[in-house]
Structures are given as C-alpha cells and as structure tokens.
C-alpha cells in the first residue's frame, strides 16, 4: 500500500476512533431533543450538560458560560456581531489584527458596512502584536479587542496574558479565537483576563461541526441566530448531541504527552527543512509556536507544485500560494509578516498530529529534498 | 490537489518534457505575473531547412509557477517542437489546454503566459534575425 502522510492537521484532524466511539450511542440509541421534557429528552440533556462541564472545566470557565455552536467561524461570528448590536451606537470601535482568520476578517469587513470602525494591526516579523499598539488603538468608541491565539498559518502564539491585561485596565472586552491552540496552550479564562474565547473540535481529534463560544457571566450579546431559545437565548436550534459528547471526550483525550512528542517532531522538522538550501522558516521557534505548525518558504519555487509533487509522494500539505487560492490572492498572514509575493507563493504548510511519528517526519524530509531539487531544476529563478 | 486538474495535465505536471535552457537560443521570451506569481522564461532554436524554411528545432521552458503553468509549459513545447515557425507562431492558449483536455477555468490564464512567452522568444528571434 502507498503511504499516506496527512500533514494539514491545521485544516483538519482525524476523528479520534475512541471520541468516534462515544458519539455512536447518540446518533440511534439516544437520540433525544434536549429541549424535550421526557425521559428520551433528558438522557440528552444530561450528555449536552456533562459535555459543557468538561469543556468549561478545561478553560476554567463556569459551565453556564459556554455556548455551543456549529464550529469555530460561527463562535466568531457570534462574538463580534452579538457584540457589535449590544454595543452600537454607543461604541463602534473594533480592533484586531492583519493575521486574523477569515471567520474574524471577513466579519469585519461585513461589520465596517454596518457602521463599525475596525483597527488592523500590524504584526511583526514573527507574527506577534504589539500590546502597546493596541494600548494606542484604544478610544473611548472601542469595546473590543480580538487577537488570534495560535494562528493558523505561522502557529504564532500570542501574548494573550498582556493583551488581557491591559483589556481590564481600559474596561474593554477581549475575544480570542483559540480554534488552533486549544489544549496545546493552556488557556485559563480568569487568570488571563478571557472575556470571550473561540473553542472548536475538529483541530483537536474531535468531529466536524460543533464548537464554542466562551461568554464571561454578565457579558450582554446580541444572538444572531433567532429560534426556540437555545444556549441561553444566544444560539437557537436544537444541539448537536452526537457532536457536542465528541467534543467534550476529545478535550478530555487531549495530553501533555502528546503536545511533547508533536514539539521534539515539529522541531525535527524544522531543523530537516532548514538544512535545504534557501529557506525561510516563517513564524517564531520555541514555546511561542504552535506545537504542531512548520510554515516555510522554499525560495525560487512555488508552493502549489511543490504540494503537487508531495501529493503524488501520498504526503497531504497547504501552501499560502496564491495559485492554490481560488482568488489567486497570496496569503494575508504571510504579507503581514513582510513576504513579498514571491516568498509567500513559495510557501509550505506542514502541520502534524498526535499520529504523525518519527518516520512520517523521515520520509517527508527525504522526499521534500528531491522536490525542492526537481522543482528548482526547472526555476528561471535559479542562477 | 486542491483544483480538479484531469490526468493529462497531472501527467504533464509530473513529467514536464523540455524543460531547461538552450545555449545559443534564437530567442528567448520571459514573461512575469507579479499578482498570482508565475515566471515563466521560453527558449527557442530556430534553423532553415533545405527548403529554406524557418523551422522551430529546438524549444525549452523554464517556469516558477504551480502545477498549470509547468504542464502548459510542457504541452506548448510539445506542440511546437519541429513544426515550421509560421504554423508554431499560430499556436494560442485554446491549443494548449485542448491538448491538455481542458484546465480549471482559474488557470486558464497560465495557459496564456505560455504562448505569449513563446510569442515573445518569436519576437526577439524575428528582431535580431532581420539584423
């Protein structure tokens, strides 16, 4: 059989076969709306509120100030729309950064249209925000910050301790969307000032679908979606049992001993790719960095072809490239980092797993080597 | 891959023929898109017959770019190769991805830059011939 090596765990993870194993039971077997009063109803109920607990527990929230929704875009979409329309007209001010998800950007652009003023910040050559950029951002009209926890691309961590810091200090909310970092970074939302927090479960071995949005008791938002009163009256329809018991399992799964088995293995990465001629880690090293995020720029060649060849190699990868987009547009996060266009279609993303092991990692180094040479080979950018 | 390419184009993409430089080239074509970030250089060799006619011996690309560019750099090779040089300079973007049995619509435009670089070696060969 070829092998397979799935490197893009930051797009998506693989089900964890024993999470898969505890949902089973709530698609036939209880199956009950946990609106309904009966005893079919309750069974779910009980799953839908034992599976909060456990999600609340991990980020030291109370249970009652986590909010199930269908993934991590529409948590965001929650966060700063349900935000906005509690807030406008009295404050309008958003800030946020360059390197944001689209789930962020795009709702902030969408925003602007409804009378919102955002802030985009810069980042530097890492990735990370200046907390004294947002200290000068702040006006009397702001009443959000929201910051990317890990991102995406670069698996930049952010300082989200300072940031929340000073949020409390100028009595403005501070969002964070943890959709990359949740159980690799420890969050806890009191201690680090968290007003409200991005969850999902499909980067973390869990289903599709579901994830969540952590409000702080006494945070008023606007719900965006109007229904039968769900999720404390901020995101009607009825829950996603099968999705949400998942969930919760692949937070309790989670482990500090795989979070150091993907760093000595991302960090084996890195140090294989940067003995290839010509190129550019992107992102920071060390703790800062997203335990399972490589982002790399291989110089003279282009990032669509080099995943091409990887591909036809059974090795699963994404590039920044703009060929690869459907826009033909290069990635934002690496322009805000000051990549030319050239650097950023030159880019790989690889992102590991609890699964990937030491001969995954060999096997991608040996053959990426042969496919920077070939693709080179044929590079008018080449002397 | 990400955009549905058919099996002549991944097979071209994965084997790209005529791929290189040619020393001594009658003309040499470079085309450049800053936005999506295609290069892509074409090297031509161009020799009379016995007849007199001008004849496209020798054709070579060099391409930065994904995998449409690398398989319209190939397959425009391939349809120019020894073909008089009055039948290659007829050769248009459509030609090539028919011959590739079709390109995602996205990338219908590194189908262009094939030709044009290929026009553009024509060009540069036709200026320092009539010298």
New interface residues.
């Given amino acids: 059989m070829k092998k397979e090596i799935y490197f893009d765990n930051a797009a998506t993870t693989k089900v964890d076969e024993k999470v898969v194993k505890e949902m089973i039971p709530y698609f036939a077997e209880n199956y009950g709306n946990a609106s309904s009063q009966h005893d079919v109803g309750i069974k779910a109920k009980e799953a839908l509120e034992r599976s909060r607990k456990i999600i609340a527990k991990s980020i030291k929230a109370n249970i009652g100030e986590i909010i199930f929704t269908s993934g991590g875009t529409e948590a965001n979409n929650l966060a700063l729309k349900g935000l906005f329309f509690s807030n406008y007209p009295q404050k309008n001010h958003i800030i946020t950064t360059k390197i944001e998800h689209d789930s962020i950007l795009n709702v902030c652009k969408w925003l602007e249209s409804q009378g919102a003023q955002i802030t985009y910040l810069d980042v530097d050559k890492e990735g990370f925000v200046d907390v004294e950029d947002i200290r000068k951002a702040i006006t009397d009209k702001t009443f959000l910050v929201s910051v990317i926890h890990g991102n995406n691309e670069i698996g930049t961590i952010q300082n989200i301790d300072e940031i929340g810091k000073l949020c409390k200090e100028k009595k403005v909310l501070f969002h964070t969307d943890a959709c990359q970092s949740f159980t690799k970074v420890p969050i806890n939302v009191e201690k680090q000032n968290l007003d409200l927090v991005t969850l999902n479960a499909h980067k973390i071995y869990g289903p599709k679908g579901v994830g969540a949005l952590y409000v702080k008791d006494g945070i008023k938002i606007t719900p965006i979606a109007h229904g039968g009163g769900h999720e404390k009256k901020l995101r009607s329809g009825t829950e996603n049992i099968p999705g949400i018991v998942g969930f919760a399992k692949s937070v309790e799964f989670a482990s500090e001993k795989d979070i150091k088995k993907m760093t000595l293995l991302r960090d084996k990465l890195i140090d294989g790719l940067l003995k290839i001629e010509d190129v550019k880690l992107n992102g920071p090293t060390g703790d800062k960095r997203l335990c399972n995020n490589v982002n790399i720029s291989f110089n003279n060649i282009e990032g669509e072809a080099i995943g091409g060849y990887l591909e036809n190699e059974g090795i699963y990868t994404s590039t920044g490239s703009a060929c690869m987009s459907n826009t033909l547009q290069t990635s934002h996060v690496l322009k805000a980092l000051g990549l030319g266009p050239l650097q950023s279609n030159s880019s790989l993303r690889i992102s590991i797993s609890k699964y990937t092991n030491e001969e995954d990692v060999d096997y991608f180094l040996e053959k990426i080597t042969k496919v920077v040479k070939k693709l080179r080979s044929i590079s008018p950018l080449m002397r | 891959?990400?955009?549905k390419y058919n099996k002549k184009v991944?097979k071209e993409?994965?084997n790209?023929q005529n791929?290189?430089e040619i020393k001594n080239a009658s003309g040499v074509g470079?085309i450049g898109n800053?936005?999506?970030?295609?290069?892509?250089?074409a090297y031509i060799k161009v020799e009379k017959n016995e007849k007199g006619e001008e004849i496209l011996t020798d054709i070579k690309?060099?391409?930065?770019?994904?995998?449409?560019?690398?398989a319209t750099s190939s397959m425009i090779t391939k349809l120019a190769k020894g073909k008089k040089l009055s039948e290659v300079e007829k050769i248009n973007y459509k030609d090539i991805v028919d011959a590739l049995g079709g390109l995602p619509n996205?990338k219908i435009h590194c189908s262009a830059m094939a030709s044009q670089a290929l026009k553009k070696a024509i060009e540069e060969y036709k200026s320092g011939a009539k010298k």
């Fill in positions: 891959m990400a955009l991944l993409f994965m790209p791929m290189g470079k800053p936005t999506c970030g295609d290069i892509l250089w690309f060099k391409t930065f770019g994904c995998a449409a560019a690398i996205i």
